[in-house]
């Protein structure tokens, strides 16, 4: 029904603006995400502008914007990682509401793949504009925007329901402020460790094809890049996006409000 799937997304819009302390948490991510590609970039623009290695500048900007794309837009998303703790004493609305758990569940996870989208979206319009800026080649620079999207898709999609399986599993429902709500709560702070470690993997192997990229077609070397990248993105959707063995209408039945 399009009407309740309305109004959800809109309660939990409204659940998540009564705490400014996880609106700013749920929200940083794809806030600053953005601010942080467009600063990297815009630095490293400077010496691919004044050393003229556009490549090997290039494609270590690229593989450390990934790297907070990864991180920060896919990984800091506590709209999804914190999706039923920051109900907090009101958990037990969404146990009376005359809707499925499941309904329940879904407009949770598409609200937080909002959040993250809105986050990746301006994270790739950042990087357009500061490789532009830079003289980068055009062409190279909207296909590296579309693959950094996709890319990205993947992995916040993964750990956007690998985060809200594990906070349902457990919710810490018992809190006054969001310090408290997410003291002691390592929960909620894996899915960025996971992302972290995504992203620097495909840090690594950007800036090792950087130092070897004068010995390789320049269309190669970003090939290799991006099969490396949607590989890493493949595994973690293997590994973490897995149905739960215990069906949604289940693990909310246990959580005691």
């Given amino acids: ?22 609106a700013y948490q ?9 601010v942080m590609v467009f600063i990297y970039y815009n630095f490293m623009g400077t010496t691919i502008a004044e050393t003229g290695e556009g490549l090997n500048a290039g494609l270590t900007a690229l593989s450390m914007s990934m790297f ?23 958990f037990y609305i969404l146990k009376y509401l005359p809707v499925p758990y499941e309904t329940v569940y879904k407009i949770k996870m598409r609200f937080a793949l909002i959040v993250s989208f809105v986050g990746i979206g301006l994270s790739s319009a950042a990087y357009i504009v500061a490789a532009l800026m830079a003289s980068e080649n055009v062409f190279v620079v909207i296909i590296n925007a579309a693959l950094i999207c996709g890319n990205a898709f993947i992995v916040a999609k993964a750990l956007i329901k690998f985060g809200m399986i594990r906070d349902l599993k457990r919710p810490n429902l018992v809190w006054n402020n969001m310090k408290e709500a997410l003291k002691n709560n390592t929960y909620v702070a894996v899915p960025m460790f996971i992302a972290a470690g995504a992203g620097f993997l ?39 996006a897995r149905e739960p063995a215990t069906d949604i209408a289940t693990l909310f039945e246990r959580v005691e409000p």
């Fill in 26 to 34: 749920s929200y940083l991510g794809a806030v600053l995400t953005p």
């Fill in 1 to 22: 029904d399009i009407g309740i799937d309305k109004q959800l997304l809109l309660k939990e819009i409204k659940t998540l603006s009564r705490d400014t302390g996880f």
């Fill in 68 to 90: 907070f794309v990864l991180m920060f837009a896919c990984g800091l998303n506590y709209t999804a990682h914190a999706a039923f703790t920051r109900e907090g004493k009101y």
């Fill in 202 to 240: 495909l840090m690594v192997i950007g800036m090792i094809l950087a130092g070897i990229s004068a010995f390789i077609n320049d269309y190669l070397v970003y090939g290799i890049f991006w099969a490396a990248a949607y590989i890493i993105a493949g595994i973690v959707y293997f590994v973490f």
